[in-house]
C-alpha cells in the first residue's frame, strides 16, 4: 500500500538551532517527492520537488534531499518565521489516473 | 497572475443543508483535487478530477459531490448526508506528475 509518514508530530526549537524533519514513503516508482509549508488558515505553499535519490534542493534555510526511502527537510538556523506546518506529499497512480498522497504533516515552533 | 480561487473564505452551513465550494483556476492544469484538512490533521483526498466531465472518488468521498463541467472549475457540494462537515477544505491543480497547486480554502462550520 502507498504511504507516506512524516516525524516529529510536531518539533519545537530554539532560534538559530538547526535540525531534521523526516518523510519516509513506500510507493511504487517514485515520480516525486513533494514539499510544503502551510501557514495556519492557509493553504500549503510549494517548496521544492526531489526526484531521484541524492538529489538536494536548497531555499535560503531550507535544504531538502532524497534518498530510496526517505526525504528530510534541513533547516539550519532557523528563525521564528519559519514557524509553519510543513507537509511531504508524493503522487500515485491509480487505476490510470494520478493522486497526491500527504504526510500528516511536521508542526514546527521556532522559539525567539 | 495565474492562481486556484477558493470562495467563500469562511462559509456557515445550518443541520440539514447542502452547501457549495467554488473552487477556480486559470493555471490551465488538467487535474483538480479537493482534500479536507481536520484540525492537527494532514490532507484527506474528497475527490478529484483528471479532465472534464470525469471525476473520481477519494478517501472520505460519503456525504460530498463534485461536477467538473469546465476545464477551469470544480465545485464541491457538502450534502446532509455529511455528518461531520466542520473543516477546512482545500482545492488543488497540477499537471501530470507535477507539483498541485492549492487555494487559500474555506472554513466550513456548522451553525
Redesign the interface.
Known amino acids: 500500500e502507498d504511504q507516506v509518514t512524516q516525524s516529529p508530530e510536531a518539533l519545537r526549537l530554539q532560534e538559530g538551532e538547526s535540525s531534521s524533519l523526516n518523510c519516509s514513503y513506500t510507493v511504487s516508482g517514485l ?2 517527492l ?1 514539499w ?1 509549508r502551510q501557514d495556519p ?6 517548496l521544492f ?1 526531489l526526484y531521484s535519490a541524492g538529489e538536494e534542493k536548497e531555499k535560503e534555510r531550507l535544504k531538502a534531499t532524497l534518498t530510496k526511502k526517505e526525504s528530510f527537510l534541513h533547516i539550519t538556523a532557523p528563525k521564528p518565521e519559519d514557524s509553519a506546518t510543513y ?1 511531504c ?1 508524493v ?1 500515485v497512480s ?2 490510470g ?4 498522497i ?4 511536521t ?1 514546527l515552533k521556532v522559539l525567539a | 497572475d495565474g492562481g486556484i480561487t477558493q470562495s467563500p473564505k469562511y462559509l456557515f452551513r445550518k443541520e440539514g443543508q447542502n452547501v457549495t465550494l467554488s473552487c477556480e483556476q486559470n493555471l490551465n492544469h488538467d487535474a483538480m483535487y479537493w482534500y479536507r484538512q481536520d484540525p492537527g490533521q494532514g490532507l484527506r483526498l474528497i475527490y478529484y478530477s483528471q479532465i472534464v466531465n470525469d471525476f473520481q472518488k477519494g478517501d472520505i468521498a460519503e456525504g460530498y459531490s463534485v461536477s467538473r463541467e469546465k476545464k477551469e472549475s470544480f465545485p464541491l457540494t457538502v450534502t446532509s448526508a455529511q455528518k461531520n462537515p466542520t473543516a477546512f477544505y482545500l482545492c488543488a491543480s497540477s499537471r501530470c506528475w507535477t507539483e498541485a497547486c492549492f487555494g487559500q480554502g474555506t472554513r466550513l462550520t456548522v451553525v
Open positions: 515520480r516525486g513533494f510544503y488558515g492557509k493553504g500549503p505553499e510549494f520537488t507537509l506529499a503522487p491509480t487505476s489516473t494520478y493522486k497526491y500527504f504526510g500528516t504533516g508542526r
